[in-house]
């Protein structure tokens, strides 16, 4: 696949964390079992299990048949984010995507020659797509509250994280080093970008629309490419520190880092196995805000820890030298 970028197109690049695009890409993994989310998989398969909705099982029907474990993604459930887009923005733009478009897709979900169940819900899908699309929406709202929602704090974070030091990267290297970085099936050309994959879209984007980048953890191991119009090319790649994403926090009470810097300052350092907010240091650890934003200004003083703007909010990520100390605590 090719992904042609005019002048005008590398001044319109930017990055979005968008939650939909988790929760598009979560089912994926919820459906192959990808080891890395492990811990996920076990807990939002738990959570789905547990779910009082009657429709519970006729929403994951839909979806899992508008996103299978390998191969095509219906591009409608993906539009194009505007900047920010909240959950509640990006599922108004769903549901706005014209029927011809949810047409389009699940032409090419039939082209897979599917049987049973599968073929039964496309058919069904197909019949009356005008009722079929507020069904989606009401499946995709569902399965958000039940299984991304509760965890989309922290994937947020590892998100805007690795926006960050993307946009870092950026100012220091210029755009050609980002496309290097983002994955190994991605590769920058003259005249744009080569990813190695198949794609059966003939309507390709007008140029001139610009590109984005949107980090995606659930993703991983893979990258997806939206390369289509009329919707802006977008690529997703696997966020950095993904792989930390769901490990434990390691226990410090006991060990000399708590003696050293006192058992709060040395929670609060383990903690940040990815960014946090003051305020969801303050709820995981359950003390107040006040007391967790005096300690971190302390750590920060000293190195330990490292401040992250993200619009008008602030994260704090561990620096390198927390990262020294704690490994040798």
């Known amino acids: 696949m090719f992904i042609t970028l005019t002048h005008e197109d590398l001044t319109r690049v930017r990055f979005e964390a968008s939650p939909l695009w988790e929760t598009v890409t979560s089912l994926r993994a919820l459906q192959a079992g990808t080891p890395l989310h492990r811990p996920w998989v076990t807990e939002a398969r738990r959570r789905i299990t547990a779910s009082g909705d009657p429709l519970a099982r006729e929403h994951l029907r839909l979806l899992t048949t508008l996103v299978q474990p390998q191969g095509f993604i219906a591009d409608s459930l993906t539009p194009t984010p505007e900047r920010g887009d909240s959950f509640a923005d990006a599922l108004n733009a769903v549901a706005a995507v014209p029927g011809e478009l949810w047409l389009r897709?699940?032409?090419?979900l039939e082209r897979r020659k599917p049987t049973g169940t599968i073929l039964a819900t496309l058919e069904e899908?197909?019949?009356d797509i005008d009722a079929a699309v507020p069904r989606i929406v009401a499946a995709l709202r569902w399965y958000w509250a039940t299984a991304v929602e509760p965890y989309w704090p922290r994937l947020r974070s590892v998100l805007l994280a690795d926006i960050d030091s993307r946009l870092d990267e950026l100012s220091h290297y210029g755009i050609q080093e980002v496309f290097k970085t983002l994955h190994p099936s991605v590769r920058p050309t003259e005249t744009?970008?080569?990813?190695t994959r198949g794609c059966e879209a003939t309507d390709l984007?007008?140029?001139g629309s610009g590109l984005i980048l949107v980090p995606n953890a659930f993703v991983w191991p893979n990258t997806l490419v939206l390369n289509?119009?009329?919707f802006v090319p977008t690529i997703t790649y696997a966020p950095r520190g993904v792989g930390r994403l769901w490990e434990a926090t390691r226990e410090t009470r006991e060990s000399p880092i708590s003696r050293l810097l006192g058992r709060t300052r040395a929670q609060i350092l383990a903690q940040l196995d990815v960014p946090m907010t003051t305020t969801q240091l303050a709820c995981a650890l359950d003390l107040a805000a006040g007391t967790v934003n005096a300690h971190l200004k302390v750590l920060a003083e000293s190195g330990l820890t490292e401040p992250v703007r993200a619009g008008r909010e602030v994260f704090y990520q561990r620096g390198r030298v927390g990262e020294e100390l704690l490994a040798r605590a």
């Open 105 to 108: 897709d699940l032409g090419y």
């Open 205 to 207: 984007p007008e140029p």
């Open 192 to 195: 744009g970008l080569e990813i």
């Open 228 to 230: 289509i119009a009329p």
């Open 125 to 127: 899908l197909r019949a």
